[in-house]
């Protein structure tokens, strides 16, 4: 009983410290690397608590199950590095994106049956499980591949085509960019307001375009406005 009780208090702990990881990196992630690396790590405390706990630890429990439950350190980071690598970075879209999202939330996953055996023996737990793993793989891939990024920068000039503004539950503003670089059809790139209001139909948008540390590539926006008058633009990197 008395472990279990110590159980309960660090399971309470790493629960709240999971929350505060999670809305840091949701809400204002700075500084950016620290925020994200505990993210990443946070899946992994929690197997090996799992692992080193000689069966009290269990990742997901049942509404009566006295275990102590690791859930929410494993589940909420991947959410939170996925919506983080989707909003902050644009990538090229290759079947390299898929193969690292599935091997590194494979791994996620088969390490999960490898420590819990409930969750080998709950059927109904093996899909959302992979789900949420394939989403930590998405996001850590995306997120490492341009956090190690030390590849060469290469920059491309489109042409603006467009513009307007996505009402919705959340408010983005829009670029309709002609053909630039590998891309060779027109293609879409979100913006701030401040950009948006900046730069007109016909004006010129530059990109700086880079092959990322794990073969994605990825680019950002550096600088919009008249050929003769581009005004900077400030970078994630």
């Not at 790139?189 to 900046?198: F, H, K, P, S």
């Not at 581009?230 to 990197?237: G, Y």
């Amino acid at each position: 009983m008395q472990t279990l009780a110590k159980g309960k208090r660090l399971a309470k702990v790493l629960t709240i410290v999971s929350f505060l990881a999670v809305l840091w990196g949701f809400l204002f992630p700075v500084p950016y690397v620290l925020a994200i690396l505990i993210l990443m790590v946070l899946p992994w405390i929690a197997l090996g608590l799992v692992k080193t706990s000689g069966g009290l630890f269990r990742v997901d429990t049942n509404r009566n199950d006295a275990h102590p439950s690791v859930g929410v350190p494993f589940l909420f980071p991947g959410l939170v590095l996925m919506l983080r690598s989707a909003s902050d970075f644009n990538v090229l879209q290759s079947s390299a994106v898929a193969l690292l999202s599935v091997g590194i939330g494979g791994l996620l996953c088969l390490s999960v049956f490898a420590v819990d055996p409930t969750t080998r023996r709950n059927r109904i737990i093996g899909i959302p499980l992979v789900a949420f793993s394939l989403i930590y793989g998405y996001g850590v891939a995306i997120e490492a591949n341009v956090l190690f990024d030390r590849s060469r920068a290469v920059g491309y000039t489109a042409t603006l085509e467009g513009k307007h503004i996505v009402n919705g539950k959340r408010t983005t503003y829009e670029l309709d960019l002609g053909p630039w670089g590998p891309i060779t059809k027109s293609n879409k790139l979100n913006v701030g307001r401040e950009t948006y209001d900046a730069i007109q139909r016909g004006d010129a948008v530059y990109l700086t375009l880079r092959k990322g540390a794990l073969g994605v590539s990825w680019y950002f926006l550096r600088a919009v406005g008249p050929a003769d008058q581009p005004r900077a633009i400030q970078s994630p990197q």
